[in-house]
Structure formats: C-alpha cells, structure tokens
C-alpha cells in the first residue's frame, strides 16, 4: 500500500490541494485517487484532517502520467516506465543545471499571463531573460515546453485555442532562430526527422535544439519525411548520424521497420523522444541506438554515439 507523507515534514514547500492539482493538470479527483491507491503512482501528502495535499514535483509526476496514457500506454505500465526512466536519466546525465520549484513556477507565470494577453513583447523580454538566468537546454526543457504542454492539453476550448496558436508560433520561431545560429563548423553532421505521425512540428524542431552541441551541427528534414525515401535523402546529405524523433507508443513492428530500415543506410540510425525511452529494452543489442527524451542525456549520448562509444 502507499505510504503517505506527513504534511509537517513539507513545510518548507507550496502544498496544492486535490481541486488544485485537477485544475493544472485537467485530472479529475477520482482519478487521482485511483492512480494513488490502486497504482502507487503518486504520493499525495496528508493531512492531520486526512486532506490531500500535493506539491509541485506530485504535479510533473501527474502530467508524465496523463502524457504515457495519451500516448496509448496501460496505466498499469506506467509506472515502471516512469520508474525506469528515471534510473537511466539519473546514470547517464550526471550533474545537470535545473530550476528550483519557486523560480520556475514565477518564470511560467509570467509566461502564461504575457501569452493570455497575447503580448509578444512582453514575451520577448521574457524569453531573453530567462535564456539570461540559465542554459538553453534548461529553458527549453524544464521552462517553456511545460506551459506550452499546458495549453496542448486546453488547447480544444474557446480561448486556450487562441492562446496556444500565439505561443506555439512563438517558440517556433525562437527554436529555429537558436538552430539556425548554432550551425557552424563541427565535427559532426546530425539529421534529425520526426516519425509519421510521432510528434508535433515544435516538439521536433525543439528535440534538435536540444541535441545541438559544439562538436554536432543539426539539421532537420520538414514533418512528413518519407521513412522509405530516406535512404536515399541520406546518401546525397551524408550525415554522420540519422535520428529518428517520436514520442508515441511504438507499434508492433516498429524494431523490425527501424531494422529494415537501417539496413538501407551508410550511418548510424538513433531514435531519440518518448518513443526511445519506451523501446530502449526491446532494442538493446540491435545496430539502432537509443537516445532519449531528456535533454542532457540526449545530447550525451549523441555525442557518444558519434564518438563510436557508446557500448550498445
């Protein structure tokens, strides 16, 4: 059974009550509670009332959770994905620059309200400021896309429709400026594709950013790439690496495509995303390497990769 925790050993942290954390994430409360007691997913505080209380790490775990299930992952599952995910970031990132609870939710803050008032300057300046405060892959990953998220899953109402246009625009523009700029000499030379149907546009160009390091230059081929054609994309680029980017539920024979697939090829196929994290296991030992959706291991193993080192 779940252990629950006291609520006078969290003081030192903002507490959320269960309609709170329904309003964040468009969980409703029975839910909740069945993700708790039946799977031990999460591990609300309680208090001495019995009330449930969550904190903002509670509210991430939630929206991983509601991200595997709308991919097609049985909640039953989800769990140990989530668990293993993890372990395997926790090894290969090391050390890595985040942003406390207090810092990103006042940056997100002002992130929503410039994107209510459809305020593109006020944007603008936020977006410089945080880029100021800590590193790309930071902002990205951890500041920008989780709001972006946030209004993905509203994005279906009156209003939030209008304001997830105005911000997915925005931070295209912004990714590609930042990808386009970090072409320069490298050692290496990466193309990256999205999967038929695996991601959303910025989901991708995002992934690249995030992959772009001194030692790789990245290129992107536009949404809809043609798996079957890229043989023959590859053998007039003649990238150092093709990287496959996805995050949806692999399919029944998805390892087998991705075999046949890079039998076709002169360099080494990587899958990177939510998909890679999912088909990681099923995958070891095969000439397809798996990358991730975290951005630190994500661009490490890239580099590893390329570097010939990684032992798959």
Same mark, same amino acid.
């Given at each position: 059974?779940? *252990?629950?925790?006291?609520? +006078?050993?969290?003081?030192?942290?903002?507490?959320?009550?269960?309609?709170?954390?329904?309003?964040?994430?468009?969980?409703?409360?029975?839910?909740?509670?069945?993700?708790?007691?039946?799977?031990?997913?999460?591990?609300?505080?309680?208090?001495?009332?019995?009330?449930?209380?969550?904190?903002?790490?509670?509210? =991430?775990?939630?929206?991983?959770?509601?991200?595997?299930? !709308?991919?097609?992952?049985?909640?039953?599952?989800?769990?140990?994905?989530?668990?293993?995910?993890?372990?395997?970031?926790?090894?290969?990132?090391?050390?890595?620059?985040?942003?406390?609870? #207090?810092?990103?939710?006042?940056?997100?803050?002002?992130?929503?309200? #410039?994107?209510?008032?459809?305020?593109?300057?006020?944007?603008?300046?936020?977006?410089? &400021?945080?880029?100021?405060?800590?590193?790309?892959?930071?902002?990205?990953?951890?500041? $920008?896309?989780?709001?972006?998220?946030?209004?993905? #899953?509203?994005?279906?109402?009156?209003?939030?429709?209008?304001?997830?246009?105005?911000?997915?625009?925005?931070?295209?523009?912004?990714?590609?400026?930042?990808?386009?700029?970090?072409?320069?000499?490298?050692?290496?030379?990466?193309?990256?594709?999205?999967?038929?149907?695996?991601?959303?546009?910025?989901?991708?160009?995002?992934?690249?950013?995030?992959?772009?390091?001194?030692?790789?230059?990245?290129?992107? $081929?536009?949404?809809? &790439?043609?798996?079957?054609?890229?043989?023959?994309?590859?053998?007039?680029?003649?990238?150092?690496?093709?990287?496959?980017?996805?995050?949806?539920?692999? +399919?029944?024979?998805?390892?087998?495509?991705? !075999?046949?697939?890079?039998?076709?090829?002169?360099?080494?196929?990587?899958? #990177?995303?939510?998909? =890679?994290?999912?088909? *990681?296991?099923?995958?070891?030992?095969?000439?397809?390497?798996?990358? +991730?959706?975290?951005?630190?291991?994500? &661009?490490?193993?890239?580099? &590893?990769?390329?570097?010939?080192?990684?032992?798959?």
């Amino acid at each position: 059974m779940t *252990q629950l925790r006291s609520a +006078s050993s969290e003081n030192d942290e903002e507490l959320l009550p269960i309609r709170e954390v329904s309003r964040l994430t468009g969980v409703n409360s029975v839910t909740l509670r069945a993700w708790e007691r039946r799977h031990g997913l999460i591990t609300p505080i309680r208090t001495d009332g019995g009330h449930r209380l969550y904190t903002h790490a509670d509210v =991430a775990t939630v929206r991983s959770i509601l991200m595997w299930t !709308e991919r097609g992952v049985a909640i039953s599952k989800v769990g140990k994905i989530l668990a293993d995910t993890r372990d395997l970031n926790a090894k290969a990132r090391g050390p890595l620059s985040v942003v406390d609870s #207090a810092g990103k939710e006042a940056w997100q803050g002002r992130l929503r309200q #410039a994107t209510e008032n459809f305020d593109e300057r006020w944007l603008d300046q936020i977006y410089d &400021q945080v880029l100021f405060a800590y590193p790309v892959s930071v902002v990205f990953e951890q500041i $920008l896309m989780p709001v972006w998220y946030d209004l993905v #899953a509203r994005h279906d109402a009156f209003g939030p429709l209008s304001e997830w246009l105005f911000f997915d625009h925005f931070l295209r523009g912004h990714a590609l400026q930042r990808l386009t700029s970090a072409r320069a000499d490298a050692d290496y030379r990466v193309l990256v594709v999205a999967m038929p149907g695996g991601c959303r546009e910025l989901e991708l160009w995002v992934a690249a950013l995030l992959m772009t390091s001194e030692r790789a230059s990245i290129s992107v $081929l536009a949404p809809g &790439q043609p798996l079957e054609e890229l043989g023959l994309v590859c053998g007039k680029i003649k990238p150092d690496a093709l990287v496959l980017f996805s995050d949806q539920l692999p +399919s029944a024979d998805f390892n087998r495509k991705l !075999e046949r697939l890079a039998l076709g090829l002169a360099c080494p196929l990587l899958l #990177a995303g939510k998909t =890679a994290d999912m088909a *990681q296991a099923s995958l070891q030992g095969s000439v397809i390497g798996c990358l +991730s959706s975290d951005a630190g291991v994500m &661009q490490q193993r890239l580099q &590893q990769f390329l570097a010939g080192r990684l032992d798959t």
